[in-house]
């Protein structure tokens, strides 16, 4: 036998663009294998198709295998693929990304590495949640505070709206089922916020472990960016849907959730505010410009970069 077999790699250009894909797919007990460009998901129901470019994270679950050309094509389409446990709630690994440029990753280093710079971005994001407040004389701990009222005032204005009881966030990660039922809904729903989130940041290029806020942990930003949306998009949803006693919380907040991003338009959101938080305004149409880019190398300089794949013996 000669030459490759298999289909064919898609190249960059035939790709959807990460704002455009649908936002995650939680996969459980089920065998993920590849038929041509598409994924092949086998489990008791039978077989589901899903386009491979079209994803944007792909949550897989308890049970799930993986095929080669399966995680070929994951690979080849840039999904991000992050493997939980069940119900969605622990996070164990993630695959490939998307990024063809380490432009967003360059620069997230240099913000996060200068506290002038990371105290800055720090309040930025503070300010998305505080947009009618003045938040640029806040010291970090007052800006914790604030936050922390906030949230407590969210959770007791969703109670009232939903007539669900609410106490306090009580979760164990280790025991999805020892929680309460808000709370188990708040879990999934904000599991399901996070991997979307991680899916967008690697998508991109940037680092899920340098946060701004958070600090030292492999998701750090990936945290960072989730607490900018949970007010209009997790909470409530949890609450929603506690409030309708489903037979299995964590599949229905799951559904919701997914419906939640696609409406509200997150994916969107967390490419534009990312961008937002790291360039400034006359440099964000450049860097959104730099995700559809070839993945060209170059050589560092001092100077600036110089191009790769040249012998520079007589230069």
């Given at each position: 036998?000669?030459?490759?077999?298999?289909s064919?790699?898609?190249?960059?250009?035939?790709l959807t663009r990460?704002?455009?894909?649908a936002?995650?797919?939680?996969?459980?007990?089920?065998t993920?294998?590849r038929?041509?460009?598409?994924?092949?998901?086998?489990?008791?129901?039978?077989?589901?198709y899903?386009?491979?470019?079209g994803?944007?994270c792909?949550m897989?679950g308890?049970?799930?295998?993986?095929?080669?050309?399966?995680?070929?094509?994951?690979?080849?389409?840039?999904?991000?693929?992050v493997?939980?446990?069940?119900q969605?709630?622990?996070?164990?690994?993630?695959?490939?990304?998307?990024?063809?440029?380490?432009?967003y990753?360059?620069?997230?280093?240099?913000?996060?590495?200068?506290?002038?710079?990371?105290?800055a971005?720090a309040r930025?994001?503070?300010?998305?949640?505080f947009?009618q407040e003045?938040?640029?004389?806040?010291t970090?701990?007052?800006?914790?505070?604030?936050?922390?009222a906030?949230?407590?005032?969210?959770?007791?204005?969703?109670?009232?709206?939903?007539?669900?009881?609410?106490?306090?966030?009580?979760?164990?990660?280790?025991?999805?089922?020892?929680?309460?039922?808000?709370?188990?809904?708040?879990?999934?729903a904000?599991?399901?916020?996070y991997?979307?989130?991680h899916?967008?940041i690697?998508?991109?290029?940037?680092?899920?472990?340098?946060?701004f806020?958070?600090?030292?942990?492999?998701r750090?930003f990936?945290?960072?960016?989730?607490d900018?949306?949970?007010?209009?998009?997790?909470?409530?949803?949890?609450?929603?849907?506690?409030a309708?006693?489903?037979?299995?919380?964590?599949?229905?907040?799951?559904?919701?959730?997914?419906?939640?991003?696609?409406?509200?338009?997150?994916?969107e959101s967390?490419?534009r505010d990312?961008?937002q938080l790291?360039?400034?305004?006359?440099?964000?149409d450049?860097?959104?410009?730099?995700l559809?880019?070839?993945n060209?190398i170059?050589l560092?300089d001092?100077?600036?970069?110089?191009?790769?794949?040249?012998?520079?013996?007589?230069f």
């Amino acid at each position: 036998m000669s030459g490759v077999q298999g289909s064919r790699p898609l190249e960059r250009y035939e790709l959807t663009r990460i704002r455009d894909r649908a936002s995650f797919l939680y996969v459980e007990k089920a065998t993920i294998a590849r038929d041509r460009n598409a994924l092949t998901i086998r489990a008791e129901e039978g077989v589901t198709y899903v386009p491979g470019a079209g994803l944007a994270c792909l949550m897989a679950g308890p049970g799930t295998r993986i095929t080669h050309q399966g995680m070929s094509l994951l690979g080849e389409c840039g999904v991000s693929t992050v493997w939980v446990g069940e119900q969605g709630i622990r996070y164990y690994a993630h695959g490939r990304s998307l990024a063809a440029s380490t432009r967003y990753l360059v620069k997230q280093a240099e913000l996060v590495s200068n506290p002038r710079s990371r105290v800055a971005v720090a309040r930025a994001m503070y300010a998305m949640r505080f947009p009618q407040e003045d938040v640029s004389g806040l010291t970090m701990q007052q800006l914790r505070g604030r936050e922390g009222a906030r949230v407590r005032k969210i959770y007791r204005e969703e109670s009232e709206r939903t007539g669900v009881e609410w106490n306090r966030r009580d979760f164990d990660a280790e025991d999805f089922d020892a929680s309460d039922e808000i709370n188990k809904a708040l879990s999934a729903a904000h599991t399901c916020l996070y991997g979307l989130v991680h899916a967008v940041i690697a998508a991109l290029g940037a680092s899920p472990g340098l946060g701004f806020v958070h600090h030292g942990h492999e998701r750090a930003f990936v945290y960072d960016v989730a607490d900018l949306y949970k007010a209009e998009v997790t909470i409530p949803t949890a609450f929603e849907v506690t409030a309708e006693n489903p037979p299995d919380i964590g599949s229905a907040v799951r559904y919701r959730v997914r419906d939640s991003i696609s409406t509200g338009r997150v994916i969107e959101s967390i490419i534009r505010d990312v961008t937002q938080l790291f360039f400034s305004a006359d440099e964000v149409d450049a860097a959104l410009d730099s995700l559809a880019g070839d993945n060209v190398i170059s050589l560092w300089d001092p100077k600036g970069a110089v191009a790769g794949g040249t012998n520079y013996e007589d230069f």
